[in-house]
């Protein structure tokens, strides 16, 4: 789909999407932790909707609105773009910048190492 890109608001919309599926208007607005009105929430839909993200199916007088884009495809898209503009394009940078200022637990540390050694196709033998 190329790049996908959203405001803030058009995420908020689409977690809800996301995350409780197939959802009308009064759905989606009630399940958003900012309360925005009801014809704020419809107009992102259909901004949404104008953009290739966002679907929808007839339901009596309702429509029920669909995600089209894949959540992950979505935090690829914005990854990327935050990659080119903030790092110069460099994925290196990124993983330095987040591992060194970071506070990251022994935990996630030893996570982001097996995924790491499982890249290298070491196996964690290092």
């Known amino acids: 789909m190329g790049d996908v890109s959203f405001t803030d608001r058009e995420l908020d919309v689409m977690a809800v999407l996301w995350e409780c599926g197939p959802s009308t208007v009064a759905d989606v607005r009630d399940r958003l932790t900012d309360p925005l ?3 704020t929430v419809l107009t992102i839909l ?3 909707e104008d953009k ?3 679907g ?3 339901e009596g007088r309702a429509y029920r609105y669909h995600a089209l884009v ?3 495809e979505a935090q690829g898209s914005a990854l990327d773009h935050l990659t080119r503009k903030l790092f110069a ?3 290196e940078l990124l993983m330095t910048h987040l591992v060194a200022d970071r506070e990251l637990s022994d935990d996630e540390l030893a996570r ?3 995924l790491l050694d499982e890249r290298l196709g ?3 033998d290092t």
Do not use: C, M, N, P
């Open 112 to 114: 982001i190492r097996r």
């Open 46 to 48: 259909r901004t949404l």
């Open 70 to 72: 894949e959540q992950g």
């Open 52 to 54: 290739g993200h966002v």
């Open 122 to 124: 070491s196996g964690g």
């Open 56 to 58: 929808h199916e007839e």
């Open 37 to 39: 009105a009801y014809t």
């Open 89 to 91: 394009g460099s994925t």
